[in-house]
């Protein structure tokens, strides 16, 4: 990142690390180095913060009250003191603030916020495998958010494509768990397959399930799949399997299951540590709990339920055009967006703290919107895409990263950074989401789209650095960006190479030049010293004088 710096940074000439609380001599405190307190606030984004207000007005001297060769500095202030001012600063400013220097460093770079803003943004980390060789457990917060925040750049570099053979009927499903690095697929020809994402090979494929699959969800304990014939078939992981799932063995009543409850095809599947929920065209949502596989509650709604996305204690829904939240606990309705799409609401993805849902539909536009939870719970309208020209079935979110899959076969890359920063400053809270009014003028562009399908892209997943789809075709298409970041470097240094040796020849050209120039002179010069030579000479002298003669 941008804001990174080393341990060995020096701000002046003399080193800050000392212990700024024993009030050393003011001969040994170099002005350049301290901060002024009338320019502390320019460690946070808002100055007129009243968390840091009070904290300034109750814990800082006076200037009358400070010694008078001695100007006082940030580091005067306690240490627990000084973690409740750097409480209030994002990343990048957090960053910044300990580039000060050694003794900020330190306090910033231990500071508990990091694994905050980490697992607001991935959650917690399964494995520190995950994030490439030379990882180990002693990593910081603060240096496994740098690393990750860094790689979501990759999705901006450039890609490979690898496509998968196997499935003989159009994909409806892909899922991808990413702790794992293995994707699965299903479809029409009834098979779940399992694949490996980083290799791009066949690990496994189930036996033919009896119908059409349309939901699959996985984690490292259980997979499921869910059937057109209203069925949920899952699979437990298998401690000695390095893949989790033995899905070509013959079958077995401890290692599968299958149960029943829908009275129409399932839509959408998802999990959490302690339930399985199934969403159905028969209008009902079905909560099971996965140790004892017996249905807990049932959530009836109005419409064919297309998507679901399970958060703490609050489960989102799309049935129809609008989007439900319900409390899983009491099985009660919360909030409800009437209208969110003109045509189905088809698609549903939500953030890590599960503040922003996302919604896909049959108009080809994708919504953000903000969950509010006071006292009464309340969503209100964020921002709106216009990706695609084709239904959006499919979405996925991967901070910062929303992936779209649509009818018209391409994928929409979508950052919501920058959004997010914007409308954290202008839009107001108490502004909750009214039916569906598309403001043209308030369309957000996407940042990339990519294209591989023909069309009808049903299904996309995202990785770390992969990007997965499946769709009409029958295969499966990874989009692997994992030397996104190696190439952009390459190209860079060979731009700077190609670059250097420009300026050479131009300073090499220019110095001919000038050396053709100066011979050009001399040779102007010395004809103009033989014209003068041959006028002052006796010869000419001679001549003129003859002529001179003659004429007398």
Known sequence: MAFECHQTVRIGSKDTSIDCLDNPPAEEVDKRQVISTNNIKNFTSESDNPKYTSILNANTPSVNESLPNYIRSITDLPPALISEILNCLDPKELGIVSCVNTYLYRLASEHHVWKEFYCERWGHPITLANFGPGNSDERSWKELFVDRDFHSKTFMGRF???????????????????????????????????WDMEEGLSIASSRPLGCTIRALAADTKVLVAGGTDGFIHGWKADDGNAHLFDLCAPKNQN???????????????????????????????CIWDRSSLKCLKVLVHNDWV???????????????????????????????????????????ACSHTGKLIFTGGEDGSIHMFEIIRNAKCSVRKIATWLPHTGS????????????????????????????????????????PFKGNHMDKKHVEPPQRMLHGFGCNLFSVGIGCDRIVGGGEEGVVRIWNFSQALEIEQRVRTLRGIRLE????????????????????????????????????????????????????
């Open 160 to 194: 490979s494509i690898d496509t998968l053979y196997g499935h003989t009927e159009a994909i409806r499903a892909v899922f991808v768990l990413a702790s794992k690095k293995i994707v699965f697929t299903s479809g029409y020809d009834q098979i779940v397959r399992m």
């Open 255 to 285: 290692m599968e299951f299958r149960v029943w409850e829908h009275e129409g095809p399932i839509t959408c599947l998802a999990l959490d540590f302690g339930k399985i929920y199934s969403g159905s065209w028969d209008m009902t949502i």
């Open 306 to 348: 297309w998507s679901l996305v399970p958060h703490d204690t609050i489960l989102m829904s799309a049935a129809g055009s609008d989007v439900h939240l319900w409390d899983i606990n009491s099985g009660t309705p919360l909030a409800i967006i009437n209208n969110a799409h003109v045509g189905n609401a088809y698609s549903l």
């Open 392 to 431: 959006v079935y499919s979405l996925a979110f991967e901070f910062p990263w929303l992936v779209s899959a649509s009818s018209d076969g391409k994928i929409s890359l979508i950052d919501v950074r920058k959004l997010l920063k914007k409308t954290s400053k202008h839009s107001s809270i108490e502004n």
């Open 501 to 552: 040796n420009r300026m050479r020849r131009r300073k090499l050209q220019a110095e001919i030049s000038c050396k053709g120039r100066s011979s050009e002179q001399c040779l102007v010069a010395a004809k103009k010293n033989q014209t003068n030579g041959d006028r002052n000479g006796w010869h000419y002298k001679h001549k003129v004088t003859g002529k001179l003669k003659g004429q007398s």
